[in-house]
């Protein structure tokens, strides 16, 4: 069974840093792209950035580059999502999700809020 | 690109039939369509990809259609458990983009 577990997810200020993890499980991980995408309160979804199975690819929301990097583990089957300067429009539920054609399984998400 | 979708809301009974629209503001391949749901408190599932293709274990009254710009939805014989918020997506570019949805209530 496909399994996606987010962690890492808190309460940051304004220009704080936080790194999300998502532990995968039931799959050949470094098979799959993985990406990251987030739902603010009540609001839709935004999708964040996304990255090859390998790791050598990486694509980013106009809205968050430069500021949020997403890298993997393929030897730990954990994708990662680092926040740096955070806003408070970058406080969501982040939810990883793995891609085949679309996103087919996602995780349950780690809420992340950023306020002072 | 710009997903539109309609209507916001769609108010229906079950047993009836629900048609939810997606247009993009540019056109697009069939292979990069998808839909998800999403109940309260839940992640999306994905429903259809490339345009018309079900997702494992998804219901046969699930069905998906269009091409170029305009994107079809549909549910026959509405049963109270798809009552939930619906999403189209589009990929390009090695971006995906999501439209703001379409709540489908009782």
């Known amino acids: 069974e496909v399994q996606l577990l987010e962690s890492g997810g808190g309460l940051e200020q304004p220009g704080g840093s936080l790194r999300l993890s998502c532990a995968a499980s039931?799959?050949?991980?470094?098979?799959?792209?993985m990406t990251w995408v987030r739902q603010a309160p009540g609001k839709g979804l935004e999708w964040v950035s996304s990255?090859?199975?390998?790791?050598?690819?990486?694509y980013y929301a106009d809205s968050v580059k430069g500021r949020l990097t997403i890298s993997r583990d393929n030897s730990k089957n954990t994708l990662f999502l680092h926040m740096n300067s955070l806003r408070a429009d970058d406080t969501a539920i982040y939810f990883c999700?793995?891609?085949?054609?679309?996103?087919?399984?996602w995780g349950q998400g780690t809420p992340v809020t950023v306020s002072s | 690109i710009v997903l539109t979708q309609s209507p916001g809301t769609l108010s229906l009974s079950p047993g009836e039939t629900a048609t939810l629209s997606c247009r993009a503001s540019?056109?697009?391949?069939?292979?990069?369509s998808a839909w998800y749901q999403q109940k309260p408190g839940q992640p999306p599932r994905l429903l259809i990809h490339?345009?018309?293709s079900r997702a494992t274990g998804v219901p046969g009254r699930f069905s998906g259609s269009g091409s170029g710009t305009d994107f079809t939805l549909s549910i026959s014989s509405l049963e109270p458990e798809d009552f939930a918020v619906y999403y189209c997506?589009?990929?390009?570019?090695?971006?995906?983009?999501f439209g703001q949805g379409t709540k489908l209530e009782i």
């Open positions: 999700a793995r891609i085949v054609w679309a996103f087919d399984h």
């Open positions: 039931g799959f050949t991980f470094n098979t799959y792209a």
């Open positions: 990255i090859s199975a390998s790791g050598d690819g990486t």
């Open positions: 540019q056109s697009l391949s069939r292979s990069s």
């Open positions: 490339d345009a018309s």
């Open positions: 997506q589009q990929y390009t570019g090695s971006r995906y983009i």
